[in-house]
């Protein structure tokens, strides 16, 4: 710094220090106002500034209102005086259209006017509505110094609304009352959030651990009634369920006649046999429940289906033999 501070810059002999600090400034800015775009209509006594609407207007040609607040980029320009004090105009464009609102200043009652294109927003407040409070004119003043009685009207609403405003102010005193205390205050807030943050964690540590790929809600009461409704079923299949399954799948679907139905349910039930031991299952002590059944073999007689072993010679290279074993236990009954 102490280096930079004490080189000297060289400077024309034509620089003029009036037209800029820099020499850089000069040069960009040279024969230009310092309000540069700003200052463009200044010849006709217009200068453009931020102009800020004082209150609610409605626009005369799209019936818009322009709220208190909004700002605009106005021209501004003197029209007149009031005395010694100007009264300046500002003209700003609408902002759904092209309609050009005026707005001048009131000296006299120390207020802003709409001229032109455009109306003022008309709201009348209360005293009341507004919560301030109501000066009383000479005239009142009078009135209550001529006569007592009107003195004491007076002074008697004076005393209700003094009541009534008491009141509110004893509910304000009592909520803030309950933050006199700064520090049990922040304990017990410092206290609720780390019982949330604990709560938090615990569900992330639980989702966690299923390892789901999306949070899960927590549980209500919703979700335990839909899940008494489930039936999972808790009937076991019968012993000869596979057979039935398999007996049904190759049994035929055309009608047949009377005589032959039971040799053909007796065939399809022996396929089905040979079918289950071709694929593996492993059916032992298969008892026949059907009633069609009962006069060609005897109710007791037993079916047992059983698979041999796979051979260990490599010379062997056919499927393992399958073997069905009948016995008939109707004389050991």
């Given at each position: 710094?102490?280096?930079?501070?004490?080189?000297?810059?060289?400077?024309?002999?034509?620089?003029?220090?009036?037209?800029?600090?820099?020499?850089?400034?000069?040069?960009?800015?040279?024969?230009?106002?310092?309000?540069?775009?700003?200052?463009?209509?200044?010849?006709?006594?217009?200068?453009?500034?931020?102009?800020?609407?004082?209150?609610?207007?409605?626009?005369?040609?799209?019936?818009?209102?322009?709220?208190?607040?909004?700002?605009?980029?106005?021209?501004?320009?003197?029209?007149?005086?009031?005395?010694?004090t100007k009264i300046w105009e500002f003209t700003m464009k609408c902002p759904s259209c092209s309609?050009?609102?005026?707005?001048?200043?009131?000296?006299?009652?120390?207020?802003?006017?709409v001229v032109g294109g455009g109306r003022r927003k008309?709201?009348?407040?209360?005293?009341?509505?507004?919560?301030?409070?109501?000066?009383?004119?000479?005239?009142?003043?009078?009135?209550?110094?001529?006569?007592?009685?009107?003195?004491?009207?007076?002074?008697?609403?004076?005393?209700?609304?003094?009541?009534?405003?008491?009141?509110?102010?004893?509910e304000l005193i009592d909520l803030q009352s309950q933050f006199e205390d700064d520090y049990a205050t922040s304990r017990k807030l410092r206290s609720d959030f780390r019982t949330a943050k604990r709560v938090r964690l615990e569900e992330a540590k639980e989702a966690h651990r299923d390892n789901l790929p999306y949070p899960l809600l927590?549980?209500?009461?919703?979700?335990?009634?839909?899940?008494?409704?489930v039936w999972f079923g808790n009937e076991k299949p019968s012993p000869n369920h596979h057979l039935e399954r398999l007996s049904k799948r190759h049994a035929t679907i055309l009608p047949v006649a009377s005589s032959t139905s039971g040799s053909r349910k007796v065939h399809s039930r022996s396929a089905a046999i040979e079918l289950a031991a071709r694929r593996g299952i492993n059916i032992s002590s298969f008892r026949k429940h059907s009633p069609s059944l009962s006069t060609s073999h005897p109710p007791s007689s037993t079916i047992r289906v059983t698979r041999k072993q796979r051979s260990k010679s490599p010379s062997n290279g056919s499927a393992s033999l399958l073997g069905s074993q009948y016995d008939d236990d109707d004389d050991d009954d």
């Open positions: 710094m102490a280096e930079r501070k004490a080189v000297n810059k060289w400077y024309p002999p034509d620089w003029d220090p009036s037209k800029g600090i820099s020499l850089r400034v000069s040069r960009l800015y040279r024969g230009q106002h310092p309000l540069r775009d700003r200052a463009r209509k200044l010849d006709q006594g217009i200068l453009v500034i931020r102009f800020e609407m004082p209150f609610n207007i409605w626009c005369g040609q799209c019936e818009r209102m322009i709220a208190k607040g909004v700002r605009f980029n106005a021209e501004k320009k003197c029209v007149g005086k009031y005395f010694t309609n050009v609102i005026t707005v001048q200043t009131d000296p006299k009652n120390t207020e802003y006017v008309v709201e009348d407040f209360d005293v009341d509505d507004a919560e301030v409070i109501e000066f009383m004119d000479d005239e009142t003043r009078a009135k209550i110094n001529a006569d007592p009685m009107f003195a004491l009207d007076v002074r008697g609403s004076h005393k209700l609304k003094a009541d009534l405003d008491a009141e509110r102010i004893r927590p549980a209500s009461k919703t979700d335990e009634l839909e899940s008494t409704r």
